[in-house]
Structure formats: structure tokens, C-alpha cells
């Protein structure tokens, strides 16, 4: 069955499920997502009905479905209605160990020494499904015994838990799903096991009827709440978010601290919080509590993810190199040199111009969900090529009805711009010295901004702010770079005239692709945004989220590599159109741009630490649980 032991806590993470469980059918869903007290009324309050293509309900519930829902209900939401879907360690491990047991003909002595007795005949990935039951299993291995009796088997990864019924209660349930199937189905089915792969041993489960009746519950609730489209809230302060796959879907904590910080419902922590510091409450407006940069914020939110990806872009430049598939690596050949790249270490392909990329490469980066994005030979972002991608169909018609909406729009517009103002300004005062008429000037302008009634005034407000920080933009480089030409009435492009603005086209159009790849990965369209009028191929979406972040990584790189002297005068090429860079000093503006998304800070509101790329992700995910209604306010990246 794959990916059946997927998004799972590891094994010691899980104590807690059976626990929950053992007390049967009041608490299928989980006691956590089912607050009582002073949190209850509000949690029950915030529960959106998220839109729905048709409230059929789903007829069939799959085995692992009420594993699911017993394990955290959310989970099951996500991965069943929403069809999120993302790989860790624990998945990877899970999906091999279906797969052997997938496979037909796999002898049992390979299995371990408690592999049970041997019998007659075994069938492997038997799929069952009842309509009175309303369940359906694909079952990883059926044992036919010499009486005319199956057992069912499924196949988990890692140990047996520490735990007096031998597995936990998801285990057990789903296991029991697929016992009933096989009864209903007429067969005699007293026995049933989980083989524990990281052992190589199985274990006997009990079917009793409370365990049946557990079961039962779990397919009822399951159906409930994907018909009622809503999605539950996170866990609280669970262990089972550790290692938990959705973990970067879901955001639990920072979901939690975000809907108690709008007012609703204050926990002790909060309620302190509100005494000591009562602006944290507020209006729903673009940064409404200041949060960013605060110290007043309590330390709650758990770092969950890892802090850096571990997996790099691969960028090829080399006009006529061929990327092509060899194993598990993608070989990269150019005219005098080739290298050969793990797909295990990539996280995206980036090609310039002229680099072909073979069809098997192509489709195995499709299948293991690496985009390819391709640039033109300057540097302009052209598309990107994906897999299936996500099927998360409820957010994308959240986007596109929030879309349409102008208060929606207009409000998540002045938070970009608004922090897109006071990030230049941040880059600036950290930067420059002689330049108090220009902070002044873009606090004013700021402050214009967050109180703004429309999106075209703030197009004015974003211009004038643009004119002042470019215009003061040569005063954050060191005078040793003076020989480098810079256009003082600012920006210019399409093509830059001179060495400072191709710099800065470069390096937007870096992060634009960055920031396509992370609203693609957290399942939305890139090409319909709020703030950015939708154009013919304008990643428009991209292109909102990327404002505040700018000058902290775009205008951030180009000074870094001028005052550094990363690049020289010697490293742009002039033409009667427009000034380029070099291929040479390209590459090192790229090594200086991943260097910058691998920088590791502290977040200013969830405060834990966290690179920039990770950032990026985290933001298109927090614009996910907003427009799904689950909180009220996006939070802007700001710095101080
Ligand atoms: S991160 Fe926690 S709350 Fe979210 S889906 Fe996973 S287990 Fe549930």
C-alpha cells in the first residue's frame, strides 16, 4: 500500500495516538482538535466552510484514511480532500517497504525469522472495497491458511512501538478496516498482523469489538468532514507534529499563534500577552499588531522543519550544454567538461538560453517533483516545467474567488507594499549614512501605504517610494566602486542601460523564479495575484509576494557583490540596446543569490531561525491558510 506509512511521526512521537485512542469512539478526531473550555466556542467559531467543486460525499473511505483521521484529523483533511502530499524520510522509508511488499513473488525467507508459519498461499496487494461497510483497502498481503482462514498483513516501517496493544491505535484501526472488508467479502478472517520492517518481525493484532467499533467511528467521521469541507484545526503543542510530513502544509504553531493573536481566542499566554502589550490586538490590517521585529511576542512557535534545505538549485548556463538522465543523477555535459548530479541533492533546474534538457530527464524530474525553470540567454524568467503538481482544487478556488474580491485585494496589497517600503528603508538606514530625508521620506510613505483605500493609489505610493530608494541606492555602495555607472533617476530596464541595473534585473529575475517555484509547490497559480494585475504570462502571484523581499534579497546581493568587488566594470557587456553581464560574472551573482537564500536569520514574528529559501516557502504556505479562511491576515516579512 503506498505511502501507507507515510506522513507518521516517528514511532516514539506516537505514544500519544494511542492514548487518544484507547478511549474509543467520542474521541475519533482526536482530543486535540477538539478543544473545551475558553478555546472551544472560538475554535468552533473560526471553522470555515472552505468552497467546494460539489458536496458529493465521497462514497468509499481507504483504509488509510482512517488511520488518518485517528492520527490528527487535519492530516487526513489535507492529504484526503485537499490532496496534499509531501515526501520526508519517513514517507521515503514507508513507500519501500510497500513496494517490497508489493512485489510479486518476493520469498517470505527473506523476511526475518519471525515471519510466521508458512502456508499454502499468499496474495499480494489485494484490493477490497464494500459499499455497506463504506470502505476500501488495498491490502499489502493476504495469508490463505491450510483451514480455508486469511490473515491480512500490513507492512509498516521502523519498530514496534513500546505500547501494551503492540501498535498504536491508526495501526490497529486500519488493520481492522481491512479485516471487516475481507469478512464482508466471505471470507473467514480471525488473524490479522503488522510486520514491522525495521525488525523484520510481525505482530499480531486483536480484533475486538471495541476496536471494531473504533474502526467504524473513524470511517463516519472520516466522510463527515470531508463533506462538510472543513478542514480542522492543527494540533496543539502535539508530538505528533514532529516529523509529521504536512508539518510545512499545515503550520501548526504558527497557525495557532496567528489565530490567537487576532483576537479570538486567548489562551493564558495570550491573555498576558494582550495585558502587556494591548496594540497586539487589532484591526485586520496590513502588520495590524507591529509584529514584526517586536520582542514582546512569546517563544511558542515550534521550529518544526529544519532550519536550511538541504537540497541546491542546479543552474546550467553553458550555451549548447545537454542535460541528461544517468541512474539516479542528472549528467550535465558541456563542450569541455561534464558533471554528473545526484537528483537526490536538487531541489530545482534553472537553465539559460541554449541548454537542452532530454525527455527522460524532463519526465523523471517531473515524477520526483523537481521543477525545471528555463531563462532566457539575459536572464528573463520565461516558465517552468512541473509534474502533475498540487491538487489542492479548494485552494485554488479560494484564490480565485479572493481574487475577485477588491477589499481583499486592496488589503493584501497594502501589506506588500506597505513592508516592501519599510524593508527598502531597513536596507537603506543599515546601508547609508547621509540619507535622513530619504527615511523620513519612506516612513511617511509607508505609513501612505497601510492606510491606502485602493490599489492604484498605492501603484503611486510604491512608485514615489521606489524614486526616493533608488535614487539614494548608490550612497549603500562603497565609494571604491564609484567607476561603476549608476542611473540616478533610478530604475531603469527591458534592457538595463547600465552595469548597476542589469545587476538588479538579474537578480529579480532570480528571485522571481524563486518565488514561482514556492507558490507552485504550495499549490497556487502564480500567474493570478492580488496587487499585480493578471497579464499574459506575468507570474503575477510571484510577483506580489516577492515585493517585500526585494531589497532583502535582490538589492541585498547586488550591493553585496559590487562593495565586495564579486564583480568589476570588466564583467558587463555594453551594446547598443543595453548593458548584460558576463556568463562568468553571472555565475558568481548566482553563487552569491543561493548564498543569500541559504542565509539563516530569525524569524521576526515566529522567531524561530530559518533561511531565507525556507522563508519563502513559509509565506506562500501562511497566503494558503488565508485564503482557505484560516486565518484572518497575512503576515508581511519584515526586518528592523
Ligand atoms: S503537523 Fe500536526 S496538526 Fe498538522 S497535520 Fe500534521 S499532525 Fe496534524
Known sequence: MPNDDASRAPPSSKADASVAGAAALSQVGGSESAPTGPRAGAERGRAKTLPRVDAAAPELVPARMVNEVLY?????YLEWSQGEFVDNAFTVEGRAVHARADRPGTPRTTEGPDDGPSVPHQTRSVWLSSARLGLTAKIDVVDHDADGSVSPIEYKRGKRPKVVEGAYLPERAQLCAQVLL???????????????????RRLEIGIDDALIATTLAAVDRARELVTLGELPPPLVDSPKCRGCSLVGVCLPDEVT???ALAGGSPEPEMEQLTKAAPDL?????????SLAGTDVLPKRVRPL???RQERQALYVQEQGARIGLDGYCLMVRGKESQNRVGLAHISHVAVWGNVQISTQ????????GIPACFLTYGGWFVGHAVGAGSSNIELRMAQHAMATKKATCTRLARGFVCSKILNCRTLLRRNASGVDRELLALRHLARKASQSASVETLLGIEGTAARIYFGAFTRMLKSRTGSLQFDLEGRNRRPPKDPVNALLSFAY????????????????EPLLGFYHRPRFGRPALALDLMEEFRPLIADSVVINVLNNQVVAPGDFLSSMTGVALRPAARRRVIEAHERRMAEVITHPVFRYRISYRRVLEVQARLLCRLLLGEIDVYPPFRTR
Do not use: N
Request: net charge positive; with cysteine.
Open 361 to 368: 530527464a524532463l519526465r523523471t524530474l517531473m515524477e520526483r
Open 257 to 259: 499563534l496567528l489565530r
Open 281 to 289: 490586538v487589532g484591526p485586520l490590517d496590513p502588520d495590524p499588531w
Open 305 to 307: 522543519l529544519p532550519a
Open 509 to 524: 529575475s532570480l528571485l522571481t523564479k524563486e518565488f514561482v517555484l514556492a507558490t507552485r509547490a504550495a499549490g497556487l
Open 182 to 200: 475481507l469478512r464482508e467479502h466471505g471470507y473467514r478472517c480471525e488473524q490479522a498482523f503488522i510486520y514491522y520492517a525495521g525488525e523484520k
Open 72 to 76: 490528527c484529523p487535519r492530516l487526513m
